[in-house]
């Protein structure tokens, strides 16, 4: 059974720093691309960071650039990312996705983990 | 950007009856168009890729067509287990982005 699971989220004051993980079973992680796409409560979707099957390439939207780091550990069958500066805006569930191609939709997707950014 | 416009917002529907959803690209996408479904407190499911491409295990009621900047994806007999919020992707560039989404209701 195909499996992604987010963990990591907690409520973090604005200018923290966070780091989520996302476990995948199930499924050979090597063959495929992954995102990171949240969703602030209530509202819609945003891809902010895809990598690479190899780690090569990476992503990232203008609204997390510099601030999030994409990375993969296909040893452990594991993705990251790395927040840094966090800000209010940043507060939504954060999920992990699988793509066969980097540029391409997500097939599989975990259940998310929420960030709440609040002092 | 590519920015993905999703009409309408919301839209009431009887089971049985049938579904047109639209989805406008800024610019042209060519057929790289998805759509996803999202229910309450869960992640979205693929629907739809390559604007009309069923993904695995997705049944026959659900359509995509279109291509360039017009997409529709059409629910062709509503099911109770189809409410849900429906939202389009493109993947033609990065940064892949979404549409608004539209929310489909029981009527």
């Known amino acids: 059974e195909v499996q992604l699971v987010e963990s990591g989220g907690v409520v973090v004051q604005p200018g923290g720093s966070l780091r989520l993980s996302c476990a995948a079973s199930?499924?050979?992680?090597?063959?495929?691309?992954m995102h990171w796409v949240r969703q602030a409560p209530g509202k819609g979707l945003e891809c902010i960071s895809l990598?690479?099957?190899?780690?090569?390439?990476?992503y990232y939207a203008d609204s997390v650039k510099g601030r999030f780091t994409i990375s993969r550990d296909n040893s452990k069958n594991s993705l990251f990312l790395q927040m840094h500066s966090l800000r209010v805006e940043d507060t939504a569930f954060y999920y992990c996705?699988?793509?066969?191609?980097?540029?391409?939709?997500?097939?599989?997707w975990g259940q998310g983990t929420l960030v709440t950014v609040s002092s | 950007e590519i920015v993905m416009t999703q009409s309408p917002a919301a839209l009431s529907v009887s089971p049985g009856e049938r579904a047109t959803l639209s989805c406008r690209a800024s610019?042209?996408?060519?057929?790289?168009l998805a759509w996803y479904q999202q229910k309450p407190g869960q992640a979205p499911r693929l629907l739809i890729y390559?604007?009309?491409i069923r993904a695995t295990g997705i049944p026959v009621r659900f359509s995509g067509s279109g291509s360039g900047t017009e997409f529709t994806l059409t629910i062709s007999i509503l099911q109770s287990e189809d409410f849900a919020v429906f939202y389009c992707?493109?993947?033609?560039?990065?940064?892949?982005?979404f549409g608004g989404g539209t929310k489909v209701e029981i009527k």
């Open positions: 992707q493109q993947y033609n560039k990065w940064p892949l982005t």
């Open positions: 390559g604007a009309s």
């Open positions: 996705a699988r793509s066969s191609l980097q540029l391409w939709p997500a097939d599989f």
């Open positions: 610019q042209s996408i060519l057929s790289n």
């Open positions: 199930g499924f050979t992680f090597d063959d495929y691309a």
């Open positions: 990598i690479s099957w190899n780690g090569d390439t990476t």
